[in-house]
């Protein structure tokens, strides 16, 4: 059997060449694909959340991380089978109308990604319709706002209203993040959760859906 | 010389909001004073986080810190409502924090800024988002200058920001702003350049290196004013010694000063 734990060491190390070796390895040795994807990769990056939530680790290394995971997937992926790869949820995010900032959102929608989401994310300057619209379409189970300037905090709010009108609340998590954002605020308008950082915000999502 | 936007009174800040929601002129003042004597060209006054009484936040901030102003104000609000009832009550004509190519806010900026006498803060934003090359900050930038000018502002009056963006995400954004403010300072050597640096950290520890070094390189490319904290002794020390270098310190004047009252060390 191989020890995932050395392909995980190897991406949280952030050394793609001992990675792909101990990948193309472990399938040869017999390894479901699946297995090396979740026991190995998804699980590295759900360390390397947690670093960055503790200021281990900091974004452009979980940036070259998710870039060497993706690469690792590269080798898997003609040998996952269908449903195999299963996803731990779908996610809508997007950043609410009258804010363009990308940067955060974009982060977070790709540390959910490598945590097994399966991530929808809208851009920016989303009206609440059009987040109403993608969870009815992706039957999404968690939804995501950001907002990074004071004057659009309130549209996040009224995102959070136009779900609970559409009827979808109960169906769906609602989490809130960007800098002026805070969890006395998610609660107020609420929300179901509040994360400061992306390696939080994946964490936090797979605690919702369970 | 390099002007300084002192950026402490904001309401995002905890200590502010606490002391705008108390009402607590002493604090108020100490802290603009405290920003006069380090340096500040400008005082920023922002009032954003109270929602729903920004506007009553403001008038008591101004009426607060006019008494004791020695340099303008620099009144910062999204609101037109806000910032005209705020322009009503300064002495010295302030500087407006800010327009941008975003419609709906150019249009009510431009009709709240004709004719009035201020300084402008103008963002490289439109509303496609964030500019993503040197080219782009440019050519908004020219814009900004040009719907500026057509309503009669000066050219000194003018402070572009071409936003700095985080290094954190992309290794380039800092050549980004760097090169634009080349190209900006080239093609309208009276504009001001200013805006916050901080962002260029965001996402990387021991952040205030990484500012220190970037403020002297903007500066380098012509960058003349920031919105910062005046009482970082370190980046206001960097900030002294750079405007030494480019030859903006006459006989290295404000530089010894700063020596001497201990603000600058090795």
């Known amino acids: 059997m191989t020890d995932f734990n050395d392909i995980k060491e190897s991406l949280v190390?952030?050394?793609?060449?001992?990675?792909?070796?101990?990948?193309?390895?472990?399938?040869?040795?017999?390894?479901?694909?699946?297995?090396?994807?979740?026991?190995?990769?998804?699980?590295?990056?759900?360390?390397?959340?947690?670093?960055?939530?503790?200021?281990?680790?900091?974004?452009?290394?979980?940036?070259?991380?998710?870039?060497?995971?993706?690469?690792?997937?590269?080798?898997?992926?003609?040998?996952?089978?269908?449903?195999?790869?299963?996803?731990?949820?779908?996610?809508?995010?997007?950043?609410?109308?009258?804010?363009?900032?990308?940067?955060?959102?974009?982060?977070?929608?790709?540390?959910?990604?490598?945590?097994?989401?399966?991530?929808?994310?809208?851009?920016?300057?989303?009206?609440?319709?059009?987040?109403?619209?993608?969870?009815?379409?992706?039957?999404?189970?968690?939804?995501?706002?950001?907002?990074?300037?004071?004057?659009?905090?309130?549209?996040?709010?009224?995102?959070?209203?136009?779900?609970?009108?559409?009827?979808?609340?109960?169906?769906?998590?609602?989490?809130?993040?960007?800098?002026?954002?805070?969890?006395?605020?998610?609660?107020?308008?609420?929300?179901?959760?509040?994360?400061?950082?992306?390696?939080?915000?994946?964490?936090?999502?797979?605690?919702?859906?369970? | 010389m390099f002007r300084i936007i002192g950026e402490r009174i904001n309401t995002s800040r905890k200590q502010v909001q606490t002391a705008v929601i108390e009402r607590n002129t002493g604090y108020i003042r100490m802290d603009v004073q405290q920003q006069q004597d380090a340096g500040a060209g400008f005082i920023d006054v922002n009032a954003g986080a109270g929602i729903g009484h920004e506007m009553e936040d403001m008038k008591w901030l101004i009426e607060t810190i006019q008494p004791i102003a020695r340099v303008p104000l620099c009144l910062d609000s999204p609101d037109p409502a806000v910032l005209e009832m705020a322009y009503g009550m300064v002495d010295q004509p302030p500087m407006i924090n800010s327009i941008s190519l975003e419609k709906e806010r150019f249009d009510v900026m431009i009709r709240f800024l004709k004719g009035k006498a201020c300084r402008i803060i103008a963002l490289c934003m439109d509303d496609s988002g964030m500019p993503v090359s040197s080219d782009d900050i440019v050519r908004r930038a020219e814009k900004l200058v040009f719907e500026l000018e057509a309503i009669g502002m000066k050219k000194d009056d003018i402070y572009i920001d071409p936003l700095v963006q985080p290094i954190s995400t992309d290794t380039c954004k800092g050549n980004m702003a760097l090169g634009a403010v080349r190209e900006i300072k080239t093609l309208f050597p009276q504009v001001h350049i200013t805006g916050g640096l901080s962002n260029i950290s965001y996402g990387l520890p021991q952040r205030k290196i990484i500012n220190q070094t970037f403020i002297t390189l903007m500066m380098g490319a012509g960058m003349d004013s920031a919105i910062l904290d005046p009482l970082d002794e370190r980046i206001m020390a960097t900030i002294k010694t750079a405007d030494m270098l480019l030859a903006h310190d006459d006989y290295c004047m404000a530089f010894l000063k700063g020596v001497r009252s201990g603000l600058i060390t090795s």
């Open chain 1, 13 to 210: 190390n952030l050394d793609e060449p001992r990675m792909l070796q101990l990948v193309k390895d472990a399938l040869e040795n017999g390894n479901l694909a699946g297995d090396i994807l979740n026991k190995g990769l998804i699980a590295a990056m759900d360390i390397i959340g947690e670093k960055m939530e503790k200021g281990d680790m900091f974004i452009p290394e979980v940036l070259m991380a998710a870039q060497v995971m993706a690469n690792g997937l590269r080798v898997l992926k003609p040998f996952l089978k269908e449903g195999e790869s299963s996803s731990r949820g779908c996610v809508v995010i997007g950043t609410v109308k009258g804010d363009l900032h990308d940067i955060g959102k974009n982060l977070v929608a790709m540390m959910m990604e490598s945590a097994g989401f399966t991530v929808h994310n809208l851009g920016v300057d989303i009206p609440p319709e059009g987040f109403v619209k993608a969870i009815k379409e992706k039957n999404a189970g968690i939804l995501c706002l950001s907002a990074l300037l004071t004057t659009t905090m309130p549209m996040m709010k009224q995102t959070v209203d136009a779900v609970v009108e559409s009827g979808l609340r109960d169906q769906i998590k609602i989490m809130v993040g960007g800098a002026p954002v805070t969890q006395d605020f998610a609660h107020n308008i609420g929300a179901d959760a509040y994360a400061p950082d992306a390696g939080s915000a994946a964490r936090t999502a797979k605690t919702l859906l369970i």
